[in-house]
């Protein structure tokens, strides 16, 4: 046979992947991929038991199970004000990858362009080439990695499709301001340009901060997919159970999809969270659980030669060392791991030309125990 043709001819495999493997090969603190060291909670673990207990093992509806749809549609109202029918504009999905690549499937066709801004997950451009779509991303820089609009309103064109935005941001943990959400409604009003509004850490947001869903915009929430995640929500990344929100005409689009690449979702766990949600302090309390591990990681780091840039949001928190060595990021990483036992993620893997700017994404949701150790090792670099 003839050698395949690549659709992906540039795609490695992931570096949450690769970082992972390296940290458990030489046995290093894994702080690279995000995910917690520490379990969920047990009561969860139950509830999801009683689920399958009580027979829910067979397929959920396609759009997942109503019980948790309600849960969601409630928790969208009483956090940012927007009503979605759970009948027609609230899909659950295998996580969030699954619902962007979905929501990406449902919108690009071959030639239109999409707006992304790296450092950018690194599922975005994949699935948006995957479709035929062209991907026009603007760099942004340390430290505080802002968005400038005016180089925004430069990229768009007649046949841009689409806009990805993610708030908090991975990796950079910055999030999203009131002005930023200005500038966008300015930039995409009376345009036929669709939003992608990835905020899977919707509830690790800190310092009191207002998290700016697209959900809270009117003009805005029309025309996004809203993407969330319960991986995060419930300290269990292994379930791998996300939503999307969509006005039904969006969501009908993207449910014609949905239906092909997964069907429905596990059926006990959604029946499990559906009821664990009845609990708002479950994700209320979110906040502060993760802004004491990210004060308590910041305080360790300040004892290293490494320089913290500011996190406002997600659970990571990324760092300079520019200073230290003139190494590329991602040959420091490895080195970090072999030599010093701390797997980080290089930022540079988030950008399409592998722009190194010095910087490395450590993830905090660890137990503390873990997070002392990873400094202790880090204060030798
Ligand atoms: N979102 C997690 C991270 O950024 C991991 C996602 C993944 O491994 N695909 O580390």
């Known amino acids: 046979m003839r050698p395949l043709t690549s659709k992906l001819p540039q795609t490695g495999t992931t570096i949450f992947t690769t970082m992972s493997a390296l940290a ?110 062209v991907v026009k991303s603007l760099e942004l820089e340390p430290p505080n990695y802002r968005i400038a609009w005016d180089m925004v309103k430069k990229l768009i064109t007649n046949r841009t499709k689409m806009i990805i935005l993610n708030s908090p941001h991975n990796p950079t943990a910055t999030i999203l301001h009131q002005q930023d959400i200005e500038e966008l409604s300015a930039l995409v009003k009376d345009q036929d340009i669709y939003i992608l509004s990835d905020e899977v850490y919707e509830h690790l947001i800190y310092d009191g901060k207002t998290h700016q869903s697209m959900a809270r915009y009117p003009e805005l929430q029309q025309r996004s997919f809203i993407v969330a995640s319960f991986g995060k929500l419930c300290h269990a990344t292994g379930w791998k159970i996300g939503y999307c929100l969509a006005p039904a005409h969006l969501m009908q689009e993207f449910r014609k999809i949905h239906q092909f690449l997964v069907f429905s979702v596990n059926t006990p766990a959604q029946y499990g969270i559906a009821e664990y949600l009845k609990n708002e302090q479950v994700y209320l309390g979110l906040p502060e659980f993760f802004q004491q591990k990210r004060d308590h990681f910041r305080n360790g780091i300040e004892q290293t030669r490494f320089k913290l840039l500011p996190c406002y949001g997600s659970y990571f928190q990324s760092v300079t060392y520019n200073h230290i060595t003139d190494e590329r990021d991602a040959d420091f990483s490895i080195r970090l791991a072999k030599e010093f036992g701390i797997a980080a993620i290089p930022t540079s893997a988030f950008y399409n030309k592998g722009t190194n700017h010095h910087v490395l994404r450590f993830c905090f949701a660890k137990r503390q125990e873990t997070l002392d150790k990873a400094v202790d090792r880090l204060i030798n670099v």
């Open 24 to 133: 458990a090969e030489v046995g290093a603190i894994n702080l690279s991929q995000g995910f917690p060291d520490y379990d969920c909670d047990p009561y969860l673990v139950e509830l999801v038991n009683n689920a399958m207990k009580s027979g829910h093992n067979q397929y959920a509806p396609m759009a997942g199970v109503m019980a948790l749809r309600e849960q969601i549609a409630y928790k969208t109202e009483k956090l940012y004000g927007a009503i979605y029918n759970p009948d027609t504009e609230i899909t659950i999905t295998a996580g969030g990858t699954q619902a962007i690549f979905t929501a990406i499937s449902a919108i690009i066709h071959p030639n239109d362009e999409v707006i992304i801004f790296e450092p950018a997950f690194d599922c975005y451009a994949p699935a948006i080439k995957l479709m035929g779509g």
